[in-house]
C-alpha cells in the first residue's frame, strides 16, 4: 500500500491546479516512468505534469511556502456554458471598486476564525490565525477576480472572504466591518459562503 500526502485540500467542486503530492514507493520506478504510468491509472479529470524525487523528509504541506486561491465572478448576464463549471455567475449591481479597496485588508496576520466553517478539528483547539500575503481583486474582461495568497487555508475560508467582499460590494459591510471580522474572538458567524464552482 501507498500513502499519498497531499500539499492540501479543496473543497467538493474547487478546482485545483499544481497540487502537490508525495509519496514512498520500495521498488525504484524512473520518474519519467512513473509519470506515464500515473496518467495511465488515474482519472481523466486528474493529470501529473511533473514528477521528481523529493528527501524522505519532504512533507507538501508542511513544507508549503504558499498557496493561491482564485475565485472567478462572472458578471454579465449570460455566464459562458463552457465555463459555468470554473466561474460564479454574478450579474447582479456591485461596487466593484469598493471590493478593489476592501480586498487587502485581509493581508497580514490575522484570526480568521469569521471566516472559516466549522472543522472537526475545532475540538482540538488548532489556531485559526493565518498570514495572508497577497489579497486583491480586480477586473479582467467579463471577470471579477479575486486572488488571495497565504501559508496556508481554513475550511471555506476563501469562499468566506469572497462572500464578505461581495457584500462589502453590495453596500451591506464597511470597512470597519472587515475590520472587526479579524479581530480574536469577534464572534461573527463565518459567511455568506459563495459557490465553489469560482
Known amino acids: 500500500p501507498v500513502s499519498v500526502a497531499g500539499s492540501g485540500r479543496t473543497d467538493a467542486g474547487v478546482h485545483a491546479l ?19 504510468a ?32 482564485e475565485y472567478r465572478i462572472h458578471r454579465t448576464e449570460i455566464c459562458p456554458p463552457f465555463e459555468r463549471r470554473y466561474l460564479y455567475p454574478y450579474p447582479y449591481p456591485l461596487d466593484e ?7 487587502p485588508l485581509l493581508e497580514g496576520e490575522h484570526d480568521f476564525s ?24 480586480t477586473r479582467r474582461g467579463d471577470i471579477l477576480l479575486y486572488r ?12 468566506n472572504i469572497v462572500g464578505v467582499l461581495l457584500e462589502a460590494g453590495k453596500g451591506n459591510l ?11 474572538g469577534c464572534g461573527i458567524p463565518a459567511g455568506p459562503t459563495v459557490p465553489a464552482q469560482g
Open 18 to 36: 499544481a497540487q502537490v503530492a508525495a509519496f514512498t514507493l520500495l521498488n525504484p520506478i524512473p520518474v519519467d516512468n512513473l509519470r506515464k
Open 38 to 69: 500515473l496518467n495511465r491509472l488515474l482519472p481523466r479529470d486528474i493529470r501529473v505534469f511533473d514528477v521528481a524525487e523529493a528527501s524522505a523528509e519532504f512533507h507538501p504541506r508542511f513544507d508549503v511556502k504558499a498557496k493561491t486561491y
Open 174 to 184: 464597511t470597512r470597519s466591518d472587515i475590520e472587526r471580522r479579524l479581530q480574536p
Open 148 to 159: 488571495v495568497t497565504g501559508r496556508g487555508f481554513l475550511k471555506h475560508m476563501v469562499r
Open 114 to 137: 469569521a471566516f472559516a466553517a466549522s472543522d472537526p478539528k475545532d475540538r482540538s483547539g488548532h489556531s485559526k490565525v493565518r498570514r495572508i500575503f497577497h489579497s486583491f481583486a
Open 97 to 103: 471598486d469598493r471590493i478593489f479597496e476592501m480586498a
